[in-house]
T-cell receptor, first 115, second 110 residues
Framework: EAGVTQFPSHSVIEKGQTVTLRCDPISGHDNLYWYRRVMGKEIKFLLHFVKESKQDESGMPNNRFLAERTGGTYSTLKVQPAELEDSGVYFC?????????????FGSGTRLTVV | GQSLEQPSEVTAVEGAIVQINCTYQTSGFYGLSWYQQHDGGAPTFLSYNALDGLEETGRFSSFLSRSDSYGYLLLQELQMKDSASYFCAVEADSWGKLQFGAGTQVVVTP
C-alpha cells in the first residue's frame, strides 16, 4: 500500500510569492489533515478534511492560507503571499475512521523556506 | 491554556530501557498517541492509549493515567535505530486533531 505522498519535498521561495503544496493521501482514506512545524516548535494542527469537506480549519493561521480537496482525493495547501514566518515543515496525514486506534499515517512533509 | 510537557532529550546505551514521560493539560481528552520521527522523515505512529493502563507492542510500551493527565512511552532493549525524536500527542478537541508535545530526542550510544 502506497503511503501518504507530499510534494514538493523542499521549496524555497521569496517573500511575497505564492507556493502550492500537494498531498496525496492513502487511497480510501476519507480523513486528511494538514499540520505544520515551525523551526524549534511543536507540530501544530492546521485543518481537517472529511472527503472534500472542511471539518475543522481552526488551526489555519490567517487568510493567506487556502486548502482545498477537490473530489475528496488529493489536497492542496496554497500560501499567498508567503511571509518569512511561514517557513517550516508542512505535514499531511490521512486516516480511516474504522481503523482506529491504528493512528494516522503522515507524509514526509514539505520543507518550505521563505527568504 | 493547553499544553503537553515532555523532556527535550534522553541519552542511553544500546540494550538499555528508556522511559519518556508526557504530562498534559487540555480542555478535553480522547486519547494519547506516540509518534517516532527520524531526521527528515515522516512521523510514524507507535501506540495509542484511550483508557488507563499499559499497551504493549513489541519492544515499545505505552502507559496512560487519565486521572493524573500523564502517560509514558517505554523503549526496551534499545537499538541504535531507535535514535530519533519521539512525540506525545493528545486528541483533546476532536478525533484527529492532534496536539503535539515538543518532542524528545532519544540518543542511543554504543
Amino acid at each position: 500500500e502506497a503511503g501518504v505522498t507530499q510534494f514538493p519535498s523542499h521549496s524555497v521561495i521569496e517573500k511575497g510569492q505564492t507556493v502550492t503544496l500537494r498531498c496525496d493521501p492513502i487511497s480510501g482514506h476519507d480523513n486528511l489533515y494538514w499540520y505544520r512545524r515551525v523551526m524549534g516548535k511543536e507540530i501544530k494542527f492546521l485543518l481537517h478534511f472529511v472527503k472534500e469537506s472542511k471539518q475543522d480549519e481552526s488551526g489555519m493561521p490567517n487568510n493567506r492560507f487556502l486548502a482545498e480537496r477537490t473530489g475528496g482525493t488529493y489536497s492542496t495547501l496554497k500560501v499567498q503571499p508567503a511571509e518569512l514566518e511561514d517557513s517550516g515543515v508542512y505535514f499531511c496525514a490521512s486516516s480511516q475512521e474504522t481503523t482506529r486506534p491504528s493512528g494516522y499515517t503522515f507524509g514526509s512533509g514539505t520543507r518550505l523556506t521563505v527568504v | 491554556g493547553q499544553s503537553l510537557e515532555q523532556p527535550s532529550e534522553v541519552t542511553a546505551v544500546e540494550g538499555a530501557i528508556v522511559q519518556i514521560n508526557c504530562t498534559y493539560q487540555t480542555s478535553g481528552f480522547y486519547g494519547l498517541s506516540w509518534y517516532q520521527q527520524h531526521d527528515g522523515g515522516a512521523p510514524t505512529f507507535l501506540s495509542y492509549n484511550a483508557l488507563d493502563g499499559l499497551e504493549e507492542t513489541g519492544r515499545f510500551s505505552s502507559f496512560l493515567s487519565r486521572s493524573d493527565s500523564y502517560g509514558y512511552l517505554l523503549l526496551q532493549e534499545l537499538q541504535m535505530k531507535d535514535s530519533a525524536s519521539y512525540f506525545c500527542a493528545v486528541e483533546a478537541d476532536s478525533w484527529g486533531k492532534l496536539q503535539f508535545g515538543a518532542g524528545t530526542q532519544v540518543v542511543v550510544t554504543p
